[in-house]
Nanobody, 128 residues
């Protein structure tokens, strides 16, 4: 069993920055990858970024590429999402997710059903 706790959400003006954190606990040895998704009211859950547990590779949605960076701190066993140049359309609840199986392709990293564990979510609001 794995638990995920997100933090770092809040209110920020357009053009600003925010860093989200995801702290896994429990059987973290079973994890093979981590991802960030977001969901605005009335919208489907949208892929944002993913990283291998080892940190050896990353993958980003086109909408955030060049603005967001996903990383992992080995010492703290924590995954981060650094969000720069934020836009109002980035407003959503952001969810941390973890998977225990290897992904056969980067496309699979974008599919919510591929992930085994989810955090409660942290709300990000970007004002204009």
């Amino acid at each position: 069993q794995v638990q995920l706790v997100e933090s770092g959400g809040g209110l920020v003006q357009a053009g600003g920055s925010l860093r989200l954190s995801c702290a896994p606990s429990g059987r973290t040895y079973s994890l093979r990858g981590m991802g960030w998704f977001r969901q605005a009211p009335g919208n489907d859950r949208e892929f944002v970024a993913a990283i291998r547990w080892s940190g050896s590779s990353t993958y980003y949605a086109d909408s955030v590429k060049g603005r967001f960076t996903i990383s992992r701190d080995n010492a703290k066993n924590t995954v981060y999402l650094q969000m720069n140049s934020l836009k109002p359309e980035d407003t959503a609840v952001y969810y941390c997710a973890a998977r225990t199986s290897f992904a056969p392709s980067t496309y699979i990293w974008t599919v919510p059903n591929w992930y085994d564990y989810w955090g409660q979510g942290t709300e990000v609001t970007v004002s204009s």
